[in-house]
């Protein structure tokens, strides 16, 4: 009776999936189902999957070429993805790509210093230069909000060249810091336990004198300065919600993963809000993990508490977002056994019984995409709740099932899905730095 069960929604899949082979129409249901929509969410179901970063860059390029989509956000810290972002658009100081994306030295650093973004990267560049003068150019921004410390440097070294006062006044709002040596959580354990003033006040204040003389800074040199004070602007948010985020640590998962999605849809909306007001129609695609883009209201986490980005833009957006997740059955990830610890290249162990991984692997196709959306029969299939696998950047296959896996109602959950039976490791730019290690440790995931 099981087998016959499982054989239904096997079948269903079949009839509906679309084969990815490698040629120029493969994303063309994707295409036709993002349609005007001005949010493409992409996820993936690791941090360091080369087919996933090789897709989500195909349909990128597609969107940016096919419907004038004009900035690409990822799950990357806002100073170091903006350094990327002056790169693309002619309008820093790096020689290319590879120099570029030095700015990623924070743990994992594979997974934007890596072989697929960096090609991604030099073809954004090129299409840029190659584009009109008055022609828009689409930009790189990062959304993620770990960059406590340069964040706070980025603020004092734009006000130190506009407006010297302003920066005595920002540095001694920021020195409240200064006793953890740049250990972000060191300071979030003192503060929450009370061991030690939050900064809270501080932070906010600094945030509020910014916005009081936006007009001021914003228009001193037309455009450009405009880009950099919006630079400069989203760095003191960013501190403010860093702040709030570390002392959250401490009360609980659901709280700090909370405060992290409600500032990455936070900056996602800041930068809609500084595209139009530059006279753009703002048009994004979004690259995070399937854990932060897939609707959180369709799995257990959700259950728990727990929202996430795909959640409130598509509570903001609905139709006018697409969200799409990305499985694997089996292959080879780069990923660490630890925090801070080197990537390692680890076998990805086959999908458990129950999962929808398993269940795509028993419908023999080896790359599909599935549209959700407004297709009833296939819908209802996915719709039964079943385990989902979820790879961050560290991955400990002996506790696979606690450490990576989550129950899901994947047709709630995305509105496509991209299945790659057999996946390869990203390959991170620094020579060697991915050993081999077919046999890994213990512990939860780190997305």
């Not at 084969?19 to 493409?40: H, K, N, Q, S, W």
């Not at 087919?51 to 860059?57: G, K, L, N, S």
């Not at 743990?107 to 210093?113: A, C, L």
């Not at 959180?296 to 929202?307: I, N, P």
């Amino acid at each position: 009776m099981k087998n016959a069960m499982n054989s239904m929604p096997v079948q269903v899949i079949r009839d509906a999936a679309h084969r990815i082979e490698g040629v120029a129409t493969d994303y063309d249901p994707l295409m036709d189902l993002v349609g005007d929509a001005r949010f493409v969410l992409l996820g993936e179901a690791s941090h360091g999957t080369h087919d996933f970063y090789d897709a989500r860059a195909k349909i990128t390029k597609r969107l940016i070429e096919e419907k004038d989509f004009n900035a690409v956000a990822v799950e990357a810290d806002w100073p170091d993805a903006y350094r990327v972002n002056r790169y693309i658009r002619g309008a820093g100081p790096d020689a290319n790509g590879h120099d570029a994306l030095a700015g990623f030295k924070r743990f994992p650093t594979w997974m934007w210093r890596n072989a697929d973004v960096l090609d991604f990267v030099e073809w954004m560049r090129a299409r840029n230069d190659g584009l009109a003068a008055e022609t828009a150019k689409a930009g790189f921004y990062g959304l993620d909000l770990y960059s406590l410390y340069t964040s706070m440097d980025a603020v004092l070294g734009y006000l130190q060249k506009t407006d010297p006062e302003a920066a005595k006044r920002a540095h001694y709002r920021y020195s409240c810091f200064d006793h953890f040596r740049e250990d972000a959580q060191a300071y979030g354990y003192a503060a929450s336990f009370d061991l030690t003033a939050s900064c809270e006040k501080e932070v906010l204040s600094q945030v509020i004198e910014l916005q009081k003389h936006a007009v001021a800074y914003a228009s001193r040199d037309g455009q450009v300065e405009s880009d950099e004070f919006f630079f400069v602007e989203q760095n003191a948010r960013l501190v403010k919600n860093a702040e709030e985020y570390y002392r959250s640590m401490f009360r609980g998962r659901a709280e700090s993963w909370n405060k992290r999605d409600r500032h990455m849809a936070e900056t996602l909306e800041a930068l809609v809000a500084h595209l139009e007001n530059q006279g753009k129609k703002a048009k994004i695609v979004v690259w995070e993990h399937n854990s932060h883009l897939g609707d959180a209201r369709a799995t257990e986490l959700g259950a728990g508490g727990e929202l996430n980005v795909g959640q409130l833009v598509r509570e903001r957006y609905d139709a006018d977002a697409v969200l799409v997740g990305f499985t694997t059955y089996q292959g080879t990830v780069t990923a660490a056994s630890d925090w801070d610890t080197p990537p390692q290249q680890k076998r990805v162990r086959p999908g458990l019984e129950g999962s929808y991984e398993a269940l795509f692997h028993a419908a023999d196709i080896a790359r599909f995409l599935l549209v959700l959306r407004n297709q009833g029969p296939l819908r209802q299939a996915l719709c039964e709740p079943r385990l989902e696998r979820a790879i961050g950047v560290i991955y400990r296959p002996e506790t696979e099932r606690l450490s990576h896996y989550f129950h899901a109602r994947l047709s709630e959950q995305f509105d496509a899905v991209l299945h790659f039976d057999e996946t390869q490791a990203v390959e991170p730019l620094e020579p060697g730095t991915a050993k081999s290690a077919d046999v890994a440790e213990t512990f939860p995931t780190g997305i």
